[in-house]
């Protein structure tokens, strides 16, 4: 019988591996009321565009985020790519099949931050707001109804002064337990919060 699937919980918890010099992200994912790891989550880009990270901003540049049950060798759950960006970053996030489920893209001349959240057929479903100071995001539907939450863990003062690492706490809506969509969109959300908008702030 195969292991039950990470998205179907409602809480997680995602840790950025810690590295003073990284030219990729890595971030593993636990089950918040086990502790267990359940995902990893690894960007996956070539050697030439990790060294252009070092002369160019890596929010310009495109980005492909690869999460994996279990490991790094376990199936794929999802994917979020980027493309090379000028202005406004669009984030299109994909199924285990390859499949495109969504797409977030960036608020115009927002001060507080976050973005939106668009289905396959370009209609809003959601909205992805917060403050980028307090690193506390509330995952809205059309309605303004708060369908789940991302919000920053601090893993205590000295790692958190010598290294860019971060932990957030995702949490789903009881509502929703079960839709394996939205807990991909939440997850994605996390991981764009940290790997494409607030990286580099």
Do not use: C
């Not at 901003?57 to 980005?63: A, G």
């Not at 690193?135 to 860019?164: I, M, N």
């Amino acid at each position: 019988m195969s292991d039950p699937s990470p998205l179907d919980l409602t809480q997680f918890v995602v840790k950025e591996h810690v590295g003073l010099l990284k030219l990729t992200d890595v971030y593993d994912i636990f089950d918040a009321k086990t502790q267990q790891k359940v995902a990893l989550a690894r960007e996956n880009i070539s050697g030439f565009l990790k060294v252009l990270r070092l002369l160019v901003n890596k929010q310009m540049l495109p980005t492909r985020v690869t999460v994996t049950q279990g490991d790094e060798n376990g199936p794929v759950l999802f994917e979020i790519k980027r493309p090379v960006t000028i202005f406004r970053s669009k984030v299109s996030v994909f199924d285990a099949g390859g499949n495109p489920i969504g797409y977030f893209k960036s608020k115009i001349l927002s001060i507080g931050g976050g973005f939106m959240v668009y289905d396959t057929k370009d209609q809003q479903v959601a909205e992805v707001k917060g403050k980028w100071t307090g690193r506390q995001f509330k995952f809205l539907g059309p309605d303004g109804v708060e369908l789940g939450s991302v919000d920053q863990k601090w893993a205590g003062l000295g790692k958190e002064l010598f290294t860019s690492a971060d932990t957030y706490a995702v949490s789903l809506s009881d509502s929703l337990q079960g839709n394996r969509t939205a807990a991909t969109l939440l997850l994605a959300a996390a991981l764009a919060i940290d790997v494409v908008y607030k990286e580099g702030k």
